[in-house]
């Protein structure tokens, strides 16, 4: 049995972890399995993961050195045991405190596209839903989040960025998923929304997170609960001096609904300290560990519908008050 059988087998399921299989509360005739990783064996399956590796990375137009992945990170990301293992049907990311690394800690960072830029695995539109447990502290950023397989609409952020799941520091009641779209760095756009955990949850404890893509529409849920949906985003290419130019007039927009209408690859991982949770301190845990009991992805049985109209939301052009306008 492949493990694309193995894993259609265990929706109809329970996981040995003792959750409803293919989340909770999905409708299971709606979805039709097409890609995962139950994490089976004692190895990370390099077919499907490339583990990135470094602390930064070379600017596109400029070729200059960027240090910190652009957000100051301090973490090195390795492939070594100590940072990425699979063991017991789980994969475990794990952030250490490391006096070898020039920042002081070493991580890892997965992904579904190779390192030649080849997809081990993408998809346009479906159910990406992921099944764990979730580090939190001072200085700690762990991610579930998604990128374009190609820069169709322009580099970062014009071709978009899906945040499935995110953790801020010691923020340990609050989830995080985000879309990042309009125009090429710096002129981009953020939207952001926040789930407030109940009281008697944890991140520390097992939970499914996903988002459902379809066309003209992106929903977060936690544990089989939309939380969040967004049908509102953007994107304009146009550049000058290689930094993004905001558009003027809808002309100059790539047609709805870029750029969430292209094939993403999967990213996991844990940043320790920069821009955005800080820096850790001593009462950081560590090692800081994100688990991973599975990846499943799915699409719709039967297709799916086509965008219509873009939601509501101010475009860069539009005033306060302006038709169409939230």
């Known amino acids: 049995m492949t493990q694309l059988q193995r894993g259609a087998a265990a929706v109809a399921a329970r996981d040995e972890h003792g959750a409803e299989a293919g989340g909770q509360g999905m409708q299971q005739e709606e979805w039709v399995l097409r890609w995962q990783d139950e994490f089976d064996g004692d190895t990370l399956d390099a077919s499907r993961w490339y583990c990135e590796r470094g602390n930064g990375f070379h600017d596109p137009v400029s070729g200059v050195w960027v240090p910190g992945w652009g957000n100051e990170e301090l973490q090195e990301y390795t492939a070594d045991a100590r940072n990425v293992s699979v063991r017991d049907s789980v994969l475990s990311i794990r952030a ?10 070493t991580s890892a960072r997965l992904r579904t596209r190779d390192a030649d830029g080849r ?9 990406f839903e992921f099944r764990a ?3 939190h502290g001072k200085g700690l950023w762990p991610a579930i989040w998604m990128l374009p397989l190609e820069d169709h609409y322009g580099r970062w952020a014009a071709s978009g960025e899906i945040d499935v ?3 801020c520091g010691d923020a340990g009641s609050e989830v995080l998923g985000s879309l990042h779209y309009g125009c090429v760095f710096p002129e981009r756009e953020l939207c952001t929304r926040r789930l407030l955990l109940a009281p008697e949850e944890s991140l520390a404890d097992w939970h499914c997170y996903a988002v459902e ?29 290689g930094r993004g130019r905001r558009p003027r007039s809808e002309q100059e927009l790539h047609a709805w609904p870029a750029p969430f209408d292209r094939p993403f690859y999967i990213v996991m991982n844990i940043a320790v300290g920069g821009n955005f949770p800080g820096a850790p301190d001593d009462t950081t845990p560590f090692p800081a560990e994100l688990q991973v009991d599975y990846v499943r992805v ?16 101010r475009l860069p052009w539009q005033r306060e ?3 169409h306008v939230a």
Do not use: K, N
Request: hydrophobic fraction near 30%; charge should be positive.
């Open 165 to 167: 799941m995110e953790v």
């Open 298 to 313: 799915y699409e719709r049985r039967g297709g799916y519908a086509d965008a219509g109209r873009r939601g509501r939301g």
């Open 119 to 127: 997809a081990l695995f993408a998809q346009r539109y479906g159910r």
């Open 213 to 241: 893509w379809e066309p003209g529409r992106i929903s977060w849920e936690f544990d089989g609960r939309v939380w969040a949906s967004q049908d509102f985003w953007w994107s304009c290419g146009h550049t000058v001096d």
């Open 133 to 135: 447990r979730v580090p």
């Open 96 to 105: 250490l405190r490391d006096a070898s690394s020039p920042g002081g800690f």
């Open 321 to 323: 008050g302006d038709g």
